[in-house]
Nanobody, 125 residues
Framework: QVQLVESGGGSVQAGGSLRLACVAS????????MGWFRQAPGKEREGVAS????????YYADSLKGRFTMSRDSAKNTVYLQMSSLRPEDTAMYYC??????????????????WGRGTQVTVSS
């Protein structure tokens, strides 16, 4: 059974940093597409970043490039999202997701069927 558990969220001031972690169980993070998503109150869920089984990373918005970095630790079976220079508009619930896909890159249209429960990130100005 695939299980994903996020952690690392919290409240920070603008310009601060957080590192989110997503621990997977029931499979290896190197065997699937892993994605980070976020959903702000009253807004649709949006993709943040994804990492393929081969380790290729895609960032879904130009505003995130250079501020957010996705990585993984195979030994810990964990993926991370390092967030820096946080802005109030980054406030959202952040979710980790996983899906089977063997291509070099996780396509933006990939439908993820395994999700964590999320971790809240709040950035104050």
């Amino acid at each position: 059974q695939v299980q994903l558990v996020e952690s690392g969220g919290g409240s920070v001031q603008a310009g601060g940093s957080l590192r989110l972690a997503c621990v997977a169980s029931g499979y290896r993070v190197t065997s699937k597409c892993m994605g980070w998503f976020r959903q702000a109150p009253g807004k649709e869920r949006e993709g943040v970043a994804s990492m393929s089984m081969r380790g290729f990373i895609s960032y879904y918005a130009d505003s995130l490039k250079g501020r957010f970095t996705m990585s993984r630790d195979s030994a810990k079976n964990t993926v991370y999202l390092q967030m820096s220079s946080l802005r109030p508009e980054d406030t959202a619930m952040y979710y980790c997701a996983a899906e089977d896909y063997t291509g070099n890159w996780c396509p933006p249209s990939l439908e993820y069927n395994s999700w964590g429960r999320g971790t809240q990130v709040t950035v104050s100005s």
